[in-house]
């Protein structure tokens, strides 16, 4: 089946700086990858859709500058949280999808990136 | 505009059957989803349906769909600890490029 690797799986920051997570996937080409923000006992928050070669498309709400995505290959997309702070807590999930010869839309999910800003 | 929303919590003993259910509300969803996410992990497919279909099984777990009603339920027979997560219901549509997601069910399972 299809695999999506996230790293790292767990950070630890001070406030003000960058953590970079990188997402990819293993097994097949992604020509769209999926940021997500997970808070605590919530749903998911869908961040951004970037596809690969063009700039990501960005969720209302969400800060373009602050959250950096870079999808520069069909098998990786990295998210950077510039300037870290402790509201910037939480889980982030990147999920996957290849539109080719997928037959419901379906998106591979990683194990998510918990971070934690001091 | 779209939404899918659940129930946030339900408890089952071990060995009964569980269901979740979902309403939705968007007509031209194509394709409902149920994935399953663990504690500190991501979100893993459990099943979906096409929105022409009325059921879909798959061992233990079955799938209805009101298309009508917008209701989907996610049935777990005889449930076991394992089965302890959160149960997300999401749609999306043929061409479309988001998934929409439910805040989730969180199924606890009491032995």
């Known amino acids: 089946g299809a695999v999506v690797s996230q790293h790292p799986s767990r950070v630890i920051c001070k406030s003000g700086t960058s953590v970079k997570i990188e997402c990819r996937s293993l097994?097949?080409?992604?020509?769209?990858m999926f940021w997500y923000r997970q808070f605590p006992k919530q749903s998911l928050m869908l961040m951004a859709t970037?596809?690969?070669?063009?700039?990501?498309?960005?969720e209302q709400g969400v800060e373009k500058d602050k959250f950096l995505i870079n999808h520069a290959s069909l098998t990786l997309s990295t998210l950077t949280v510039t300037s870290a702070h402790p509201e910037d807590s939480s889980f982030y999930i990147c999920?996957?999808?290849?539109?080719?010869?997928?037959?419901?839309?379906?998106?591979?999910f990683g194990p998510g990136t918990r971070l934690t800003v001091l | 505009g779209e939404d899918v929303e659940q129930s946030l919590f339900l408890s089952v003993r071990e060995g009964d059957s569980s269901v979740i259910n979902c309403t939705y509300t968007d007509s031209s969803s194509t394709y409902l989803y149920w994935y399953k996410q663990e504690p500190g992990a991501g979100l893993q497919l459990l099943t979906y349906?096409?929105?022409?279909?009325d059921m879909k099984q798959d061992q233990r777990l079955t799938v209805l769909l009101n298309k009508k009603d917008k209701h989907l339920s996610l049935r777990i027979a005889d449930t076991q600890t394992g089965d302890s997560a959160i149960y997300f219901c999401?749609?999306?549509?043929?061409?479309?490029?988001?998934?929409?997601f439910g805040a989730g069910t969180r199924l606890f399972v009491k032995a």
């Open positions: 999401a749609e999306s549509y043929t061409g479309g490029f988001k998934t929409i």
């Open positions: 097994d097949f080409q992604a020509t769209t």
């Open positions: 999920s996957a999808r290849d539109l080719k010869g997928l037959e419901n839309n379906e998106q591979f």
């Open positions: 349906i096409f929105s022409n279909m």
């Open positions: 970037s596809n690969e070669g063009s700039k990501a498309t960005y």
